[in-house]
């Protein structure tokens, strides 16, 4: 998954864990025809959210821009398909759950949606450490790896691209230690979803963490 780097303040709230209570998760998520694709660089409002590159050889790619205030109105997308840098293609205003093309083939789009925050603890407070998912693409079953601090209460939930939640995979009252869950790509009435890019929420107190797994078709 695409985690962000910020720049100036906001790399060291993120740091700090310092989500306010009315700041949204974006999730952007990139498609191509036949392509793989890649998210670079998102400038939300004038200020630009370095991408790290989540990896594989996929025709759809999403990217994570933690803590924002509000949903943006202006945002500017660069992104490689094939290899290839594209000119950045700005979206204003830009509206949630809106496909919008990107170049001029109208072969590329990017969609933009918010999930619901977390706040990542990564000093010596953190609550989950060593957090890991594999097989990752999968096409029967993953398995989530995690280290608990200290015992308490776990909830594990699996979302959609579009942010929707999919299942919950645990919800419970934890020992300090080792833990491990399976997740076999089914919702909550066991039904198959769909193949594609999901992502996986585990949170233990204020300690929240989110990583992206690819079901196979």
Known sequence: MKRIVLVALGAVLLLAGAARA???VLLAILETSEEICYVDTL???????????????MSTDTAIVDTLPEFPRRVIVSYTIDGIRMEPSEINP???DVRYPLGT????????????PGIEETGPAAMVR?????????????????????????????FDRSGRLARVLADARLDAGSHALSWDGSDARGD??????????????????????????
């Open 22 to 24: 009315q700041d949204i």
């Open 43 to 57: 400038t939300v409002d004038d200020v630009p959210y370095l991408l790290d590159d989540f990896g594989g050889n």
């Open 105 to 116: 083939t109208e072969m590329t789009w990017i969609t933009f949606t918010r999930i619901e």
């Open 130 to 158: 060593g957090l890991s998912v594999a097989p990752n693409p999968f096409s029967a079953t993953t398995r989530l790896h995690w280290q608990l601090a200290a015992a308490g209460p776990v909830r594990a939930e699996v």
């Open 192 to 217: 198959r979803v769909e193949p594609g890019v999901y992502f996986l929420r585990l949170s233990a107190g204020q300690d929240s963490r989110l990583l992206k797994v690819v079901l196979a078709p």
């Open 94 to 96: 830009c509206d949630p």
